[in-house]
């Protein structure tokens, strides 16, 4: 996934516009000239000008770069679904952990990114859950983490 | 001094702490030898163990993992043509050549045995130098230390990357982030719109672990090129041969460690690029330059003692300043901030048995890195064929939990995951990740001292240069600001030159 460096010229120059709007509303340190929007103030203007920068060169080159060129993985259906499920992994992790219990949520998360990477079927849930309970019990037991039981709460182990 | 290093002695030789070592050995050749896994991702993965840890036990698991993993970084790099770690990358190609001769013994056990003497030697440079320099820097004001910061990521965008506006935009965008919270001078939350988990800042550490692991499993699951194919069926004894080289190539030898411990040293440059500045240097002042890339051994004499030089080198600037020389130590002084150890040139003075520590943790490791390296070597064809698409899903839940653990909040696992998908599209896009770590890691540092410079100058910036050894880092930052375009004019007229004559 390669973009026109203008495209990040744009993202960034406008990210830096943000922030020095929203430094105006910090407040200023009585009898000095330095407070808090100082820095951020001088490296957002930094920023800035390096997003302009980008434009102007991502703009000069438009011709024989493309705005966006597809990586060969993204038209690999399989491979797509991976690169998704390994993100949505982490944002189903940090939804339902809580309440589902982190044995449940770990062995899923497991059992679908080995499908999705071709591990052989017969060794798909076994390794899921065992792999589970070994980062379970490191980290619950020996490291005394309070992973979440969610749905196993009346069989804590 | 022996009070201390007595005192050092009994902590490092500790049976707990000898077992950590152990233990981290064998994870770091494992991960360093399972391509895709890096050095800097198995620091990463080490940390939220590492957080149940002594101090001391701490940075041994640390330092030793991270000297393994770059000298078994070679073996998969020799065997299959696919770098362990990204710092043995520059002689992959010289390696697999001479595979292909039958002489793969010959290249494993030169990365071994010239891993060991690099790293012994960056170690002796660390244990010379990093005292001296924390003597110095006692007299240090904010002027000097704004400088210093100042001109280390300088360093890490001018000198080590190739690309000078990308790698600025990352600086600043890794300083900007380093803003997020409460933790300015005026003690004002910035950037948190309302959000109490932000109040103080953005975790380091899930970022890293981010940065380092999550986006390698993306490139993992992205990644559509064949499996490569192992040619050798069994490799002979990989000391045949060694002294000879040692004999042959001295020089070699010793610029290579001196190179990686100086590269290592610079604030943003790692392993990675001192072992390619030592291979490209190898081939230039080579004898026999029309040998390099056929299966010839002198740059993997030369380059393999650079990486693991490297990684002592970086620890110089990260113990006496808390500038980090590489991402490693990027980390580490993570670690140390959380272990109490701060980093700065009073941690010399007030408690040097913990430096004498480090050094002789330094020591160890990469003598019995020569013992554990010919094990790995032993069971690399075991290794190698450890299937990766188990291993990274079981990572990646690792670093969920890991992340959790270090505050029991799943809002780090959110930064964690964020930092890792913004990471890999940034890497994807030629934008250079070091300079963004250092700006996070020296963020706060820099407007600190850059503030309470200012106060004290109050606002004139003649100030900042009134004192000579502040002067004389200005003076060198802006050289180093100048340098592109010196480089350029210079080239410019080297090449009229040329077409003159």
Not at chain 2, 87 to 106: F, I, N
Not at chain 2, 478 to 485: G, N, Q, Y
Request: charged share 10%; net charge positive; proline share 6%.
């Amino acid at each position: 996934m390669k973009f026109n460096d203008a495209i990040f010229g744009v993202v960034l120059a406008a990210l830096s516009a943000a922030i020095l709007i929203h430094i105006q509303a910090f407040p200023k340190t009585p009898g000095q000239n330095v407070g808090p929007a100082l820095f951020p103030g001088i490296l957002a203007a930094g920023l800035g000008i390096g997003g302009v920068m980008l434009i102007a060169r991502g703009w000069a080159v438009r011709a024989s770069v493309p705005w966006l060129a597809l990586a060969q993985w993204t038209r690999s259906p399989r491979h797509v679904l991976a690169c998704l499920l390994v993100i949505g992994s982490l944002v189903f992790y940090i939804l339902v952990a809580n309440k589902l219990g982190f044995l449940p949520t770990a062995t899923i998360i497991l059992v679908a990114l080995f499908a999705v990477l071709r591990v052989p079927l017969r060794w798909n849930l076994p390794v899921a859950v065992i792999a589970s309970l070994v980062i379970h019990f490191a980290f619950y037991k020996m490291l005394k983490v309070p992973l979440p039981w969610g749905v196993l709460k009346d069989h804590i182990w | 001094m022996w009070g201390p290093l007595g005192q050092a002695f009994a902590m490092v030789f500790e049976p707990y702490t000898i077992m950590v070592m152990i233990g981290a050995s064998l994870f770091g050749l494992f991960v360093g030898a399972v391509p895709g896994l890096t050095a800097t991702m198995a620091t990463a993965l080490l940390v939220p163990v590492t957080f149940f840890m002594a101090p001391i036990p701490a940075i041994a698991a640390i330092v030793t993992a991270t000297a393994m993993a770059i000298f078994s970084g070679d073996i998969p790099g020799c065997l299959l043509r696919i770098p362990g770690t990204p710092a043995s990358a520059a002689y992959t190609d010289e390696a697999y050549a001479l595979t292909k001769k039958g002489q793969a013994e010959l290249a494993l056990g030169a990365g071994l045995v010239f891993s060991a003497v690099g790293g012994l030697f960056g170690t002796a440079v660390l244990i010379v130098f990093a005292p001296a320099l924390a003597n110095f820097a006692l007299n240090f004001s904010s002027f000097e230390y704004f400088w210093l910061v100042l001109l280390g990521l300088t360093c890490a965008v001018f000198i080590t990357s190739d690309r000078p506006l990308k790698g600025l935009i990352m600086l600043f965008l890794g300083l900007l982030v380093a803003c997020v919270g409460l933790g300015n001078p005026a003690g004002f939350a910035r950037f948190t719109f309302g959000n109490t988990e932000l109040l103080g800042g953005i975790g380091m550490i899930p970022m890293m672990i981010g940065m380092f692991a999550i986006s390698e499993i993306i490139r993992f699951a992205v990644d559509t090129s064949p499996p490569a194919v192992m040619v050798v069926e069994k490799v002979g004894n990989i000391f045949a041969g060694q002294w000879g080289l040692a004999k042959k190539y001295p020089a070699q030898i010793l610029r290579g460690s001196a190179l990686g411990t100086l590269v290592g040293a610079l604030p943003g440059a790692g392993a990675d690029i001192a072992a390619w500045m030592s291979y490209a240097m190898s081939k230039k002042f080579s004898k026999e330059p029309e040998k390099f890339g056929t299966g010839h051994i002198e740059g993997i004499v030369e380059s393999g003692a650079a990486n693991n030089s490297a990684l002592a080198g970086a620890w110089i600037p990260a113990l006496v300043f808390g500038i980090p020389g590489d991402s490693i130590t990027a980390i580490v002084i993570g670690v140390l901030y959380m272990k109490n150890m701060n980093p700065g040139p009073t941690l010399f003075t007030t408690n040097p048995q913990n430096i004498y520590a480090v050094f002789l943790l330094f020591i160890i490791a990469n003598i019995i890195m020569v013992p554990l390296g010919v094990l790995c070597i032993k069971a690399a064809k075991r290794i190698l064929k450890v299937p990766r698409n188990i291993l990274m899903p079981v990572i990646l839940l690792f670093c969920a939990v890991g992340t959790f653990a270090i505050n029991n909040t799943v809002f780090d696992i959110g930064v964690m995951l964020a930092a890792g998908v913004i990471a890999y599209v940034l890497e994807e896009n030629d934008f250079p990740i070091a300079p963004a770590i250092l700006g996070v890691v020296l963020g706060g540092m820099l407007e600190e001292n850059f503030i309470s410079s200012m106060i004290k100058s109050n606002g004139n910036l003649l100030g900042f240069v009134n004192r000579p050894i502040a002067a004389a880092l200005a003076v060198l930052t802006l050289l180093v600001w100048l340098s592109p375009v010196l480089v350029a004019a210079l080239r410019k007229k080297t090449l009229s030159q040329r077409t003159y004559t």
